[in-house]
């Protein structure tokens, strides 16, 4: 059965911080050290290389399914491939066979992982004034333990000693798709996947705290968003992206649905944005985006959404699902909100069935 990443698994992996990183506490690894002056870049600002990450465990995957989603991978690698660098991180043992699929512009890193969710278990990089690299630690472990992440959660680890460069601890567990900020020091997050004793026993406003730290930013805005309705205790970059400083995009119907506990969180995030204002006190500038209707996949639980797309130097990559109208208005309006920019829609119909889009496989590393 695969382990769809909107579905809530019951149970836990059985791993805990303390395990994953031998020689270290769990109390040590959450006391935050995250110096000031350190910042996330915006994602439109120019990258070094784009990170991947290879999906390999059958405990998570059917065979069938694993195959198709590599395939995505590989897909979406090629593609970003034609605009900038691209590293895969997997096993060394599975290189010969990524080979197979991946372009000679794809560069092969041995760096062991589980599953495909770069955004989530990669490094977060920041910057400081001066340009100096490092990455912002926060710490993965599965979504709130709900799946096996013993490779997943050392990559930022592994990357970061690859690299030469600081690991600095924010006393933060969560993941990066969770989190979205708008490189002008507004930051908007989902409280469900964050103040949740299954990542973080702390308040909202603590989390908050060590969050703007992380990021460089100066203004959290909260959303409440839904937990325990899938694995990722509804991630932000599902529905909604910050575009530039102060401009958000949000792919919303225009009615609530009262039966569809999406619908009904996702417009309470568009009324918060609504009312809210951007680091600097600006009213935020909000784009909508429909939903696609008429998509290929049947699977009950899939994932259609454009907002989950990446942005590369040169290009937008992001998904089509098969019903040409709602996809023609996406590319329109990507193509408008990042103009110069070639837009590429991939079909990637095996990752939106394993619960996520691009962005979610994805993740960019700032030029100096």
């Known amino acids: ?57 059958l405990d998570v995957y059917e065979k069938n399914s694993l195959v198709k989603v590599q395939a995505s991978i590989a897909l979406i690698a090629n593609t970003i491939a034609r605009y900038e660098p691209v ?17 000679t512009d794809v560069e092969l890193w041995d760096v062991p992982t589980d599953d495909l969710w770069c955004r989530d278990s990669g490094p977060t990089f920041v910057k400081n004034a001066k340009g100096e690299l490092a990455i912002a630690h926060i710490l993965f472990n599965g979504w709130g333990d709900k799946q ?69 930013g100066e203004k959290m805005i909260w959303a409440p968003g839904i937990a325990g309705k899938d694995i990722t205790d509804y991630h932000i970059d599902a529905l909604a992206r910050f575009v530039g400083p102060g401009k958000v995009l949000i792919q919303l119907g225009n009615e609530v649905d009262p039966g569809d506990p999406w619908s009904v969180s996702g417009h309470e995030t568009l009324e918060i944005l609504q009312t809210a204002t951007d680091a600097r006190g600006k009213k935020l500038e909000i784009v909508r985006l429909d939903d696609p209707i008429d998509i290929r996949s049947h699977q009950h639980d899939f994932v259609a959404s454009y907002a989950n797309y990446y942005v590369c130097n040169g290009a937008v990559i992001a998904a089509q699902f098969g019903d040409k109208t ?43």
């Not at 506490?25 to 439109?44: I, K, Q, V």
């Not at 013993?150 to 990357?159: C, F, Q, S």
């Not at 979205?180 to 989390?207: F, K, M, Q, Y």
């Open 1 to 57: 059965m695969l382990i769809n990443r909107r579905t809530m698994m019951q149970g836990s992996a059985g791993l805990t911080l303390a395990s994953l990183l031998p020689g270290c506490t769990e109390a040590a690894l959450t006391e935050a050290t995250m110096p000031d002056g350190y910042e996330m870049p915006l994602e439109s600002e120019p990258h070094e290389r784009t990170f991947m990450q290879w999906p390999v465990n």
């Open 87 to 103: 590293v895969i991180l997997a096993a060394a043992e599975h290189h010969a066979a990524t080979r197979k699929l991946i372009s």
């Open 148 to 216: 096996p992440h013993g490779n997943d959660a050392l990559v930022a680890e592994r990357i970061a000693e690859r690299l030469d460069l600081p690991l600095l601890d924010t006393g933060l567990v969560g993941e990066q798709g969770g989190v979205e900020h708008d490189g002008a020091g507004t930051v908007l997050a989902h409280a469900s996947c964050w103040a949740n004793p299954n990542r973080n026993s702390a308040s909202e406003a603590e989390i908050g705290e060590k969050l703007l730290k992380a990021l460089g």
């Open 326 to 368: 709602a996809d023609g208005r996406a590319k329109e309006m990507l193509q408008s909100l990042y103009p110069g920019r070639t837009i590429e829609m991939l079909n990637v119909d095996s990752i939106g069935e394993a619960g996520g889009g691009i962005h979610c496989a994805t993740q960019q590393l700032p030029k100096k």
